[in-house]
């Protein structure tokens, strides 16, 4: 199995800035790809940006040249950069690995944007 524990959410205002982590534990070994996926108030959950073993990076067209998603193998973590954040930015950030052992996800962490 594989465990994440993620960090970083918070309150920011419109244009700011916030950095996302999160961290695996057990068998990171298995992981193929790891991912930030968002799902706000009365919407589907969307991804946001996944990044798999060979760095090949993925991110939705919202937010584009505004977040960067990274990782540090040496660590198991995987970071979501995100910078002018916008009030629809706002909603609960989860990160998924894929996995030879089957898919994981966090619990969660809150972001929100005020404008």
């Known amino acids: 199995q594989v465990q994440l524990v993620e960090s970083g959410g918070g309150l920011v205002q419109a244009g700011g800035s916030l950095r996302l982590s999160c961290a695996a534990s057990?068998?990171?070994?298995?992981?193929?790809?790891m991912g930030w996926y968002r799902q706000a108030p009365g919407k589907q959950r969307e991804l946001v940006a996944i990044?798999?073993?060979?760095?090949?990076?993925r991110y939705a067209n919202s937010v584009k040249g505004r977040f960067t998603i990274s990782r540090d193998n040496a660590k198991n973590t995987v970071y979501l950069q995100m910078n002018s954040l916008k009030p629809e930015d706002t909603a609960v950030y989860s990160c998924?690995?894929?996995?030879?052992?089957?898919?994981?996800w966090g619990q969660g962490t809150q972001v929100t944007v005020s404008s």
């Open positions: 990044i798999n073993t060979g760095d090949s990076i």
């Open positions: 998924r690995t894929v996995t030879t052992l089957g898919v994981y």
């Open positions: 057990g068998s990171t070994s298995s992981i193929n790809a």
